[in-house]
């Protein structure tokens, strides 16, 4: 009406009925409402007691939900809100949508402000005092160079006094109707900005029963499952582009010039107005996600630091040399049966070259830094979530967590008013009921269902890899007939790419399909609330997308050639096609390879085809559907005249995406902190890479959120949730993946044994020639040989990387005592790396403290000001 701020939408698909009462235009709450009161006798008819709710309820017929919603709406009246309609006639409009706005007067306001107990700020400020000394001069350095990078947002909760310099904060109490006087209100209307208005609207739409045409104790979410309303959601504040001065620009805007921008993207988040804006689990996500892309900046340097020192060296790495030597001549045994022919060890020169850049000394040491840096990481989250709790006042949500862990699914809630209607029918027609053991025999069905559908998922994921290994099997033989020299050397390297560009595409394909599966086990679960819902829901898409994700990589770095055999006895599938062994330089290569490939396809498809072209797509696919449904309004309504209302804002807002939750994205970070931690030993770039992607992922995301989806609603949280448990499990896990990537899939080991053990003079000089299996080609099984070669009188062929007694000895191809002494070494390796990281962790964890000591100083004066001040009031 251009008079009263709307605070909520509620929104609804009207089609044309038989007869139409209407409600009143506008209502303040004191008029009289015509409720038509539903007739409950068929409800309880007999044969209909058991089945007449789950088709009631699946398939409402329009007049069912208009009475609906007159009586959800006229507990809205009731509850003290006031809704305003279009000046239309609503009956003359064909399938087109209605909207209802929700507006909160400042009695209902400032009652359920003191319930809920939101803080207000009260007329006393707290100094900030500043560190003095060489803290204080540190301190002031640091803000001059951080000047640069803040978001051009005012603070509203820290004032400077211009004449002393001095910082202060305003204090914040909870709010009391009865003592206004306390409060610095310069207005009601803006007392509560429209985020805490809308949410507290929210929780009065939430506890609004409609029990007599609904049997149901649930408000708008039971409504909305059941197809009564489309959507409910708060208004954004205006639109987002700036068209005045830059003093007159709203939240929206703000957020839109100095955060949902490429040009700011040097700039820190305004994390204050993100959560001012859209609440605190939003604000929480963003917050997280900010300190985790600074905190990458240091692996990400030190990464690069590896790759360049392993650049710098690589002329003078000996096994490189002598791999890439000619005059040695090592001739190696063929790659596959008859087809294949011997080739030289100098072929993969590029290839070890290529290995020493990840395979090097340094190595080792940043895979023991990274550990470090994961428990910094949790241990610097810990501490920057617990200022932001005391920030954004969130210390006291005990009471409002309990009363939404109380709150019933409307899924729960239709299904256990199935089960009471049931019972009320078989206690009419005096049946005898379902025996205990039924019961528990129903719930056994239930969770094996989901166990096997968990079981199956896991037998498709690795029918997957080993999908793909078969393929690269079949391959190198197939493409290893080619008469073409130059196509036979080429024909490792074509394998390995085309296996790893299929493995990603796997991953991408399966990824969603996994997704679509875990929300539908959890649903055949039926979880009591949102909470339990949310929680089940992160546990089950976490297990699948990131067993999906890592399997490719678990078996190149494990697996792949550990039950290879050796020539004359190899180990083969089908029958006919030998398992796939590493190359001559080792696995880590490829592991390397498999890694960012993966991660980067992951990151780049994600962010460019899921996260804009389809939102794109659905936004071209809704303005086309709303083109098509104003012109057959047209068409229809030809003959009648119909004052035309203008666009409002809510009408804007309706066609943006619906809010989803942020649960993707959090997976998605999860997912990338997994390739950023598990594996960082064989691909040190990898913090490098996450930190480019989410530099531009944050202000993507901040993109959608201010310009493309619905404003959802403030939610309260204080703190991530379970989020950082898991957070906690890979970081702890990745020490032990680590340590094995290092130990079994790298030549760290092997070098150091050969170098303090078996070198004549203490250097890498014969490393190749130590590391090789003499192998003679007679032994060779019939049929299995080379039919033609081109490297002719070979009468002993060695193969890559294994320890085993010559052809010679007298116990011929056994593992020699060289296999036992590196296989030792790695196993005390492991020990020795996972101790240290361990003691390492838990020594940082042990010397930063959750809360910070000034915050803990700062929390106390708070505290003792404030109660000077309300005893002060008091007197």
Known sequence: DGKRKVDY?????????RSCKRLSISSNGNLPIILPIRLEAEAESGEAGGAAGDAEDSKLTEEEKALMREEFEAGLLEAGLQIERDKEDSCLKLNGISFIRLHIPWSILSREAELQKIKVAVKKKCELRKRTGIAGMWDTVISQLNRPFQPDVPDNDIHKDSQSHVNFKTLKHSFIRDKLHLYDIKSTATLFDNATRSRIVAEIISRTTCTRTCQTTEGISSLLARGVYISAFPLHDGPFTRRGRKDQRNERQLLHEEWANYGVMFKYQPVDLIRKYFGEQIGLYFAWLGVYTQLLIPPSVLGIIVFLYGILTVDTNVPSQETCDDNLNITMCPLCDAVCDYWRLSSVCSLARASYLFDNGATVLFAIFMSLWAACFLEHWKR????????????????????VQDELRPEYAEALQEKKAKLKAQAKKKLPRN????????????YFTVSLGLCFTIFVTFSAVFGVVVYRICMLSVWSMNPDPEAKASVRMTVTTTGIILNMLVVLVLEEVYGAIAVWLTELELPKTEEEFEERLIFKSFFLKSMNAFAPIFYVAFFKGRFAGRPGDYVYVFGDYRMEECAPPGCLIELCIQLSMIMLGKQLI???VFEILIPKMKKMYRTIQEEKGKKRAAESEENETEEIRPKQQFDKDFALEPFEGVSPEYMEMIIQYGFVSLFVASFPLAPAFALLNNVIEIRLDAAKFVTEIRRPDAVRCKDIGIWYNILCGISKFSVITNAFVISFTSEFVPRMVYQYMYSGNGTMSGYTEHSLSYFNVSNFPPGTAPTTTLIT???MCRRYKDYRDPPWASDAYTFSKQYWSVLAARLAFVIFFQNLAMFLSMLVAWMIPDVPRSLREQLKKENMALMEFLLGQDQ
Do not use: A
């Open 435 to 446: 025996c205990p053991f039924l019961t528990y025999l129903k719930f056994f069905n239930l």
């Open 384 to 403: 920057r979530q617990m200022c932001l709790k005391h920030s954004w006042d969130l210390t006291s949500l005990e009471h409002e967590e309990e009363r």
């Open 9 to 17: 939408i509620l929104c609804y698909k009207y089609k044309k009925r």
């Open 793 to 795: 009188g070979v009468s």
């Open 606 to 608: 994600q962010n460019n």
